[in-house]
DNA sequence: GCAAGCGTGGCGACGATTCGCGATGTTGCA
DNA sequence: TGCAACATCGCGAATCGTCGCCACGCTTGC
């Protein structure tokens, strides 16, 4: 494959000047520049862009670690970053962790090795430990949307709290007395952060919090479907179910169909990410709207600004309000 | 940042031995080893991957080329692909073109430059002459369930038309004579030739083929909102309703909702790919299953073997059987 | 006493960028 | 017209961090 070299050699000028037509670094007089335009042409020229990040220490890659790309709250937060990155000349790294922990950390150090000039993450079970090195070496972390680790690096949230509590008022504006909960993956501050949002509303609207109106759940489909059947064997079950997140939403309303339970009349509805697909179920699913679009410009700066070195020494942590989007599955006619 | 030369140095050996350590590449005995270890500890020594490409001319790097990993069942690929290649100690970087042609190329030119090992391509608009660089620059291509190039380069594929052919015939099986048919994005083989299954399947039944029952679509679910209802507004509308994907066929299920048509007594839906949600709608719905993890490791080691030079010299067309996955939106109770 | 084998080190690529230097050509002013 | 000052543009060479070829010294066994 041809290198700079030979460019230089076939345009009869050094290799200097190969790059600075090739970087626009200098100016260069416009018949060497078509020389050298020429000759890389001929040669059918690509740069090596791994010669230059070992000489300009950059890669224009960054790393992007989270749970589960198939889930399509995932899936939706990868194309967004993806798009993002594309656009300022950077690629992303996929790294799926599968909710472990020893994957989160393989592909850390993996990161780490091959110099990618950032991180997005969403994690499951990394602490501030085990990014320190990485800081230090001055390789920045932002969080996305879970982050137990405010203080220490960038982060760019929701108000998970606001979210589920927003939800829950709307469940009770709708008359609903006893509201269901199915939760998700429990060791993460998402999970913990909705639980005090339903808890706040059930407080705030005066009603009673029974833990038998709770039941555990992972973020798939499949336990939001074991979730709302639990629910629904209850000897008084809930008239309004809040899953927290759209899949197990979509598990529990195959539950309804399943029992021939009207939604919303004799079973209300509402889940919680806002994914597209959730408008495209019958009935239509309520939901609580990640502005996903938003959070990967903001995440994708805080990035940039430490990659450049033109952001403040203390960690910053940019707060996204959720969207409550009601929809036919909550809303009596 | 702590480099091969910093370890040597403080452990008193040279560079050599520090690489053949970290390498396992010769024999090192074991109180040099240890002192290695120790230096490289003592320093946080990570080592440089982009060096060590430059020498070795190996990135350990994919790229992974697809039209949108929001849609669920590219995210299922994307998932499986990263999986296998993890394991095998590569990264993958995500490309996501948004079903444009512009940005396939430009995402060509830039895997180039960034000299990954291979790639991974789900392409709608890439032919023989974008390729054939990178082919000749020995990059291998393998191409995923949509080849417009056999015999250019190794692919992956599954057998579409057998595929909407068993969909269609199980849809007549079930006493079916009137079977709609909501196509994919056009320009694909994957498009034409589903559409060959249904019409050889309808030729074999001695049914009519009847334009009025087909309708267009995207591959995305409001796609097959809009067509669902376009064919059920017809004069004489289907009772069965074929969509040429999964997420088409949760739009139209949608429509059988809305209009309070029983599934599948009134009409009968089927979708294709066999993602992992339609197991979880209501009615689940019956699909053509693509074999998506089997297929990204077939098309891996196809990569793996060109990349290590044990391939033939012509190139290789590896094609899989779709399997028909029969459920409650088309089985009569 | 010598060959074989083991463990180790020196050094030059890999392909780009970039700094400092120098050879031109251009301008301004006496 | 002559010459200094300066802008323009190209070159040579060092450098980034790693690996792998070649050479070399020491031990060991016959």
Redesign the interface.
Known sequence: ?ATIRDVALLAGVSTATVSHVLNNTRTVSEVTRDRVVAAMEAL?Y??????R??RVNE?L?IG?ILP?????FF??V??CI??VA?DLGY??????SGWSLSRELR?L??L????VDGLICISVGLTNEHVA?LLR?HMPVVWFEEARIEGVSDAVLIDNVRGAYEATRHLVAQGHRRIGCILGYTPTVVTSDRLLGYQHALREAGLPFDRTLLCSGDYE??SG?RGARQLLDLAEPPTAIFAFNDMMA??A??V???RHLRVPDQLALIGFDGI??TE?????LSTVRQPIPEMSRIAFDLLLDRIHDRAPNESRTVRVEPVLVPRASTLLV
């Open positions: 494959m059918g690509q740069p090596n862009a791994v010669a990040s070992l890669t890659t992007l589960d790309v198939e889930l399509p899936a939706w990868a194309k993806e798009k594309s690629n992303i790294i996929l790294c799926n592909y150090e993996n780490q090795t091959r110099r090195p070496r489909a499949p479907l979509l598990g309303l195959q309804a169909h399943e597209p697909l495209f179920m019958s009935p239509s």
